[in-house]
């Protein structure tokens, strides 16, 4: 079965410095997320990402965070500057077909990447 | 603002009994619910779904309810089985391609 792929699968960094998180998504998939779960809380909303633009942001996602697809297959979330309370799981997802059209079954996350911050 | 939440964080059932986890959710315009299970270690995994206009979907040993006069949706799950002991999310949808999550509920099975 098709899975998105997170790397790295657990990041230590000091407050501060930039980090860049890593995500494979399906292969034929067109929308792309990112969703962050602070230790013990629930699982928030980021950014989506489609046609290779921003479709919809939280206002977690401010200027410190920023996401690319540099090629064919990469999807990244950069975190710059990070804080102490950036410190999460976060998870890449992806569908191929929007969740409002197709239902949130066509949605599939990764396993997760964990940051922490020093 | 507008928020999903959960009733019991945790639930405790025996092997074989059935299960009811609860939300109660405060957007009126949400118009689409989902229930994902999480293992550990890994990222939520899609369960069931149900639009407002059905007040009750079924799956394979699972059943959302949804009440809308309430706000409230429930997942239940019939049988329940070791495999099934994870925490469980419900979210909803009101637009675009945001997930709102609720807490999240710990359902733990008994041997």
């Known amino acids: 079965e098709p899975e998105v792929t997170q790397t790295p699968s657990h990041q230590v960094t000091q407050m501060g410095q930039e980090v860049i998180l890593r995500c494979v998504p399906i292969?034929?998939?067109?929308?792309f997320y990112w969703y962050r779960q602070i230790l013990g809380q629930k699982v928030e909303f980021l950014v989506s990402?489609?046609?290779?633009?921003?479709?919809?942001k939280s206002e977690i996602f401010d200027d410190q965070f920023s996401v690319e697809r540099p090629d064919g297959s990469n999807f990244t979330l950069k975190i710059r500057s990070t804080k102490l309370e950036d410190s999460a799981m976060y998870f890449c997802?992806?569908?191929?077909?929007?969740?409002?059209?197709?239902?949130?079954?066509?949605?599939?996350f990764g396993a997760g990447s964990r940051l922490t911050v020093l | 603002g507008e928020s999903v939440g959960l009733h019991l964080p945790t639930l405790s059932v025996q092997e074989g009994d059935n299960s009811i986890i609860n939300c109660a959710y405060s957007?009126?315009?949400?118009?689409?619910f989902i229930w994902y299970k999480q293992e550990s270690g890994k990222g939520p995994q899609f369960i069931i779904d149900?639009?407002?206009?059905?007040d009750k979907r079924q799956g394979q040993r699972v059943t959302v309810l949804l009440n809308k006069t309430v706000k409230h949706l429930s997942l239940q799950i019939a049988a329940t089985q070791p495999g099934d002991s994870a925490v469980y999310f419900c979210?909803?949808?009101?637009?675009?391609?945001?997930?709102?999550f609720g807490g999240g509920t710990r359902l733990m099975v008994k041997p």
């Open positions: 149900i639009r407002s206009n059905m």
């Open positions: 997802a992806s569908s191929g077909a929007s969740i409002q059209s197709s239902g949130a079954n066509v949605l599939t």
């Open positions: 979210a909803e949808n009101d637009a675009g391609n945001m997930l709102t």
């Open positions: 292969s034929n998939h067109l929308y």
């Open positions: 990402f489609y046609n290779n633009e921003i479709s919809e």
């Open positions: 957007n009126s315009a949400s118009d689409y």
